[in-house]
């Protein structure tokens, strides 16, 4: 059974930094891109990060660009969200995703995205 595990979400000051993480198991993902999405109350599903399997290619959202960081190990099956700077308008539930084909580039679509993680849920405040 395929799983993508998210972790390290919580509660943080405007400012402060958070890392999630994103355990994946049950098929390999060390030649996918991998991404991460986040959804806040009442609005639609938004891209944040992505990394391609080798990690020399990294896509951010615009509202993330300079705080954010995306990372893999493919050693440990995890990919890495770095968040610093946060703002409230961070908050939000994060998700994991994967693509299903192998050695392609970054991708901010959700539609090219197949297995997804549960979310972690990142709330930022004053």
């Known amino acids: 059974q395929v799983q993508l595990v998210e972790s390290g979400g919580g509660l943080a000051q405007t400012g402060g930094s958070l890392r999630v993480s994103c355990l994946t198991s049950?098929?390999?993902?060390?030649?996918?891109?991998m991404g991460w999405f986040r959804q806040a109350p009442g609005k639609e599903r938004e891209f944040v990060a992505t990394?391609?399997?080798?990690?020399?290619?990294?896509y951010y959202a615009d509202s993330v660009k300079g705080r954010f960081t995306i990372s893999r190990d493919n050693a440990k099956s995890t990919v890495y969200l770095q968040m610093n700077s946060l703002k409230a308008e961070d908050t939000a539930v994060y998700y994991c995703?994967?693509?299903?084909?192998?050695?392609?580039?970054?991708?901010?679509?959700?539609?090219?995205?197949?297995?997804w993680g549960r979310g972690t849920q990142v709330t930022v405040s004053s």
């Open positions: 049950g098929r390999t993902f060390s030649r996918s891109t």
């Open positions: 990394i391609n399997w080798s990690g020399s290619i990294l």
């Open positions: 995703a994967g693509r299903r084909d192998t050695y392609t580039s970054g991708s901010r679509d959700y539609r090219d995205y197949f297995y």
